[in-house]
């Protein structure tokens, strides 16, 4: 199994970007399914590696990958073929919160991790909690390896306050939040490179602490009393 990320991968996604069209995508099929592997025997690899760490939901490496294909019903981008390989790693099991993502684009390769869309509850408890202590989290994303590998907690948020919450609630940076996530760009030199994979996965491995806490706040209610 190969863990290395193929400069053909690369020179492939240069020239999907560059000739975003159906017939130039037929013409190249067979470099896009040669790309297609390289990724997927990535993503298995990295798979492999984030297992002794953390329990994920098996799947194959194919099934971790998005489609290449876009959606361009409701889209004024009517390019028909994403310029990247995305794939994602759901945690197992209810008392595991949290979901990692990694995009592999000349240019653009990055992995991310958090909660981009938590449910109405989720996302009640979540500012419910920093509004009643929100320590314990500063603490996480000021330590020494979160602020190295992400620099700060990012996501969407309201632009003053969410109903029944202060305005000039000392946590209402946090509160106002609608997505709790983080993300770490690599170089292509990088991306290139045999430890690859390595180092992906140590960036993801820096979650833990975060994912850890918030998955405790989200399988217990605001007494402490578990969910799950």
Known sequence: MSAIISPETFAFLKDLKENNNREWFQENKSRYEK????????????????????????????????????????????????????GQFTRATEALRGGYYF???????????????????????????????????????????FQHYFGELKGEGVKTAPKGFAKDHPAIDLIRKKQFIVDHYFSDKEVLSEDFVDKINETFKALRPYFDYMSEVLTTDENGVSLI
Do not use: C
Not at 36 to 49: G, I, M, R, S
Not at 65 to 84: A, E, G, H, M
Not at 111 to 117: D, I, L, N, P, V
């Open 35 to 86: 790309a297609h592997a390289n990724v997927v025997e990535f993503a298995e690899a990295l798979a492999e590696k984030m297992s002794e760490h953390d329990h994920l939901v098996p799947r194959t490496g194919k099934k971790t990958l998005f489609r290449i294909y876009r959606d361009v019903r409701f889209s004024k981008n009517k390019s028909p073929y994403k310029t990247n390989f995305g």
């Open 103 to 145: 995009q592999i684009e000349p240019g653009n390769t990055f992995m991310a991790g958090g909660f981009w869309a938590p449910n109405a509850d989720d996302l009640k408890r979540i500012r419910n909690e920093f509004a009643f202590d929100d320590q314990p989290v500063r603490k996480i994303i000021a330590s020494k390896e």
